[in-house]
């Protein structure tokens, strides 16, 4: 089972990342940030065996948000597997809607919340 974190680095900054140089080589880390975001120093990185990319979006109103939202549904449509987990690793409570938009209209499970090392990866729902 692998995981795929995305993360809103705009929000969370360094502190949201604790955790990464837990998570196993099969998972995914998305660090989204803008061009006013705090830098991410290559160091936060040294010790993690997760797949990390780094994705820069342009500065605006939600911006951030709308690249993160629309990127999480390129990835369930993308990967078609229900073994794969989603975690949106954010303080921001406005992609609870984007969690429940997913599970009732899809049943994939989107877990939220900071740091990465708290956020806890539901199991799959049963299959009716």
Not at 11 to 23: C, F, K, P, Q
């Amino acid at each position: 089972m692998s995981v795929h974190y995305l993360v809103d680095y705009e929000n969370v900054h360094e502190s949201g990342i604790y955790g990464m140089d837990a998570l196993s080589a099969e998972d995914c880390v998305y660090l989204f940030h803008t061009s006013t975001t705090d830098r991410i120093t290559l160091s936060t990185l040294d010790d993690v065996r997760a797949w990390v990319k780094v994705i820069l979006v342009p500065p605006g109103k939600q911006s951030l948000d709308m690249h993160l939202g629309s990127f999480l549904g390129y990835l369930i449509g993308k990967e078609a597997d229900p073994d794969t987990k989603y975690a949106i690793v954010s303080r921001d409570t406005d992609y609870r809607g984007i969690a429940q938009l997913l599970i009732c209209v899809i049943s994939i499970l989107v877990a939220l919340g900071t740091p990465v090392l708290s956020i806890s990866i539901p199991a799959a729902p049963d299959s009716p």
